[in-house]
T-cell receptor, first 112, second 112 residues
Framework: NAGVTQTPKFRVLKTGQSMTLLCAQD?????MYWYRQDPGMGLRLIHY???????AKGEVPDGYNVSRLKKQNFLLGLESAAPSQTSVYFC???????????FGSGTRLTVV | RKEVEQDPGPFNVPEGATVAFNCTYS??????FFWYRQDCRKEPKLLMS?????NEDGRFTAQLNRASQYISLLIRDSKLSDSATYLC?????????????WGAGTKLIIKP
């Protein structure tokens, strides 16, 4: 039982490049989330999904897009990376919106 | 004032001691509360939910004080393995969605 799997674990991008972060969960959770974590700040919600085919904006959605074409997968896209997007990105899933979350191991992204 | 605040620490505590820290929140409509622990360069992991009546899980006790708008985490007989950053998350129902706000975490260091 893998739980939540994120790929890649590390990535360096040049300003203006694009990339997609992949998140997969095998717990049949309806809810999935993308967070970013920066030093001295709490986890900030980028986008989330309450089910297959649905997405919603979180606290800091600008510069990111997401898709949930399959229940088990939640993709986060950066269309034109900026240095301000240097961060650690965590994907999470949960059974309910107010339930405990299971996190992936994170993606460390550096934009230069 | 931040919506969810935690003392960043670090709390340096000798092994075997009892330590407690709080997480204050500003939204009086907050409904659900959780404590997570995060080891260095790892993902957050659910430690425990916080119930209105307070709850205990082994050496850990979580309490909610709605009047003063904070939750607390108490660790008894601390172990070296308790060294981590402890994050709180507060969930409130908004007009059209839920708000999930994370504290920036309290760093705990248990010393032999």
């Amino acid at each position: 039982n893998a739980g939540v799997t994120q790929t890649p674990k590390f990535r360096v991008l040049k300003t203006g490049q694009s990339m997609t972060l992949l998140c997969a969960q095998d717990m049949n959770h309806e809810y999935m989330y993308w967070y970013r974590q920066d030093p001295g700040m709490g986890l900030r919600l980028i986008h989330y999904s309450v089910g297959e085919g649905t997405t919603a904006k979180g606290e800091v959605p600008d510069g990111y897009n997401v898709s949930r074409l399959k229940k088990q997968n939640f993709l986060l896209g950066l269309e034109s990376a900026a240095p301000s997007q240097t961060s650690v990105y965590f994907c999470a899933s949960s059974y309910g919106l107010t339930g405990g979350y299971t996190f992936g191991s994170g993606t460390r992204l550096t934009v230069v | 004032r931040k919506e969810v605040e935690q003392d960043p620490g670090p709390f340096n505590v000798p092994e075997g001691a009892t330590v407690a820290f709080n997480c204050t929140y500003s939204n009086s409509a907050s409904q659900s509360f959780f404590w997570y622990r995060q080891d260095c360069r790892k993902e957050p992991k659910l430690l425990m939910s916080v119930y209105s009546s307070g709850n205990e899980d082994g050496r850990f006790t979580a309490q909610l004080n709605r009047a003063s708008q904070y939750i607390s985490l108490l660790i008894r007989d601390s172990k070296l393995s308790d060294s981590a950053t402890y994050l709180c998350v507060v969930i409130a129902r908004g007009d059209s969605n839920y708000q999930l706000i994370w504290g920036a975490g309290t760093k705990l260091i248990i010393k032999p």
